[in-house]
């Protein structure tokens, strides 16, 4: 049997031009496809930059917070009460700062005595800083270490604003006492605002803040009823 045989137009292959344009539109196919997947990879990377910041951020604020609310705390608070048969004593613990201004600082003290001794041990001292795009934190007297991480995030703002109110006692005094007179009794009502901005090292452009506001728990109090 003889083979069959095509005509010599049927077996022409792809020209030069044709191969060139199907080159063409693969690699405009596979550009387009590259930068797809590279936006894809840095929008990842961005959401998990921020995720990260965002989680140390908060951790930072949650921990200044616990410790400002603990400000002032007295195991024998109930010493500093007026009485008609004692005078009050002074809380050993009532230092704290900022008390007028806003300040990238804050220092602080409260009991941690299982029997109270009504004396500032070392252990009892404590404090925030912003050093160096970092917040530092005082465990005791002089040990300062680091809250955040200075080689995944730089710390650019750290204020912590004080807010304070006097509320007036003399009423409740056997014998009323004038509330424009400074000696007597009056409670100090003390709140801050804190504001931690911060941006990721491995990308300046990531930024976050945080802000919280913190009640103090231990109201300081001040002055004495009329004899």
């Known amino acids: 049997m003889s083979a069959i045989r095509q005509p010599l137009a049927a077996r022409r292959g792809f020209t030069l031009v044709e191969l060139l344009v199907g080159l063409a539109l693969a690699l405009l196919v596979v550009a387009g496809g590259g930068a797809l997947l590279t936006s894809q990879i840095r929008d990842h990377r961005a959401l998990v930059l921020e995720a990260r910041l965002m989680q140390d951020l908060r951790t930072a604020a949650d921990l200044v917070a616990r410790d400002l609310r603990r400000a002032g705390y007295w195991g024998d608070a109930g010493a500093g009460v007026w009485s008609a048969d004692a005078a009050p004593r002074d809380n050993p613990y009532a230092a704290l700062a900022p008390d007028d201004a806003a300040s990238d600082a804050a220092s602080?003290?409260?009991?941690?005595?299982?029997a109270e001794n009504h004396v500032?041990?070392?252990?009892?001292?404590?404090?925030?800083?912003?050093?160096?795009?970092a917040i530092e934190?005082?465990?005791?007297?002089?040990?300062?270490?680091?809250?955040?991480?200075?080689?995944?995030?730089?710390v650019t703002e750290f204020v912590i604003t004080p807010q304070t109110e006097v509320m007036a006692l003399g009423a409740d005094c056997p014998t009323p006492c004038p509330d424009e007179s400074e000696s007597c009794p009056r409670q100090r009502l003390a709140s801050f605002a804190l504001d931690i901005?911060?941006?990721a090292l491995a990308d300046a452009a990531v930024s976050r803040t945080v802000r919280a506001l913190v009640r103090v728990r231990n109201d300081a109090t001040a002055g004495t009823c009329p004899a």
Not at 108 to 114: A, G, K, N, Q
Not at 120 to 133: C, I, Y
Not at 137 to 154: F, K, P, R, V, Y
């Open 137 to 154: 934190i005082q465990l005791g007297s002089g040990n300062w270490q680091a809250l955040t991480d200075a080689t995944l995030l730089a």
């Open 120 to 133: 500032v041990d070392s252990n009892e001292q404590f404090g925030f800083r912003l050093r160096n795009r």
């Open 108 to 114: 602080l003290r409260y009991s941690r005595d299982t």
């Open 197 to 199: 901005r911060a941006h």
